[in-house]
């Protein structure tokens, strides 16, 4: 335990120290070549060509992945920090615009997949596991949160009731709009469109677009989709 717990202390020290003297080193003066050479030493997995603007922070990085041709933007805060077993994991040609806010709180995977797109603001919240499919596009200032607080207790102070979490999961291919919410328990299908400020609180079927607060189907892309495979669908 004691052993443990002195790793942890000199692998936040190392990250402290090395996040502190690069992480403001500008553009012009080469600082996202030097962040990608030097981060390798603290992070689980750092691939080529990934560029980190000046003013990133980066929390518990023994427990961020980040693969090939990531770009993350200024002003992004990324926390793995809580649990031995978080883990935040960035894939192939993946963006973080700015003022991204990723966070794990305990025991939390986040897991964004190849190609996708997160705008500036955005903020994305465990403790629940959170997977976040490829090629998606995630508009400014939504926000993604895997848990909910218990209040059935009217006497005790509901920041003492505890939360439940049971994951969010936004299959390939959406596209949620300006300041959508997805709330915790969801599942967002494959192909669907969520309308600018939305709040999700259910499942919604692949292929659908959905608007409203809370966000109702207002439509299915079936059919499109069906032309674009050269099925064809019946005018009947």
């Known amino acids: 335990m004691n052993n443990q717990l002195h790793s942890t202390k000199l692998q936040r020290f190392q990250e402290l120290l090395l996040t502190t003297l690069l992480g403001d080193i500008p553009t012009i003066a080469l600082g996202p070549k030097l962040r990608n050479l030097v981060y390798r030493q603290i992070f689980a997995q750092l691939g080529s060509s990934v560029y980190i603007q000046n003013g990133v922070e980066f929390l518990g ?46 025991d939390t995977s986040i897991y964004i997949d190849e190609e996708t797109f997160i705008g500036p603001g955005v903020c ?19 926000g993604i949160y895997a848990n909910n607080h218990n209040f059935a207790n009217s006497v005790e102070p509901i920041k003492y009731q ?52 809370p966000a109702r189907v207002i439509k299915s892309r079936i059919h499109q989709k069906l032309w674009e495979k050269g099925v064809g669908v019946s005018g009947k």
């Open 61 to 106: 990085t023994a427990s961020i992945e980040v693969g090939k041709r990531v770009y993350i933007f200024k002003g992004v805060r990324i926390d793995a920090q809580g649990h031995p077993n978080n883990k935040v994991y960035l894939a192939n040609s993946v963006a973080i615009e700015r003022n991204v806010d990723i966070g794990c709180l305990a």
């Open 124 to 142: 994305i919240e465990g403790p629940g596991n959170i997977k976040i499919g490829k090629r998606c596009m995630i508009a400014a200032n939504s």
């Open 162 to 213: 505890g939360v439940t979490r049971q994951g969010i999961v936004i299959e390939d291919d959406c596209w949620l709009g300006h300041g959508v919410t997805v709330l915790d328990g969801v599942t967002i299908g494959e192909g669907s469109v969520i309308g600018a400020g939305a709040v999700v609180n259910k499942n919604i079927p692949p292929f659908s677009v959905a608007v409203g607060v």
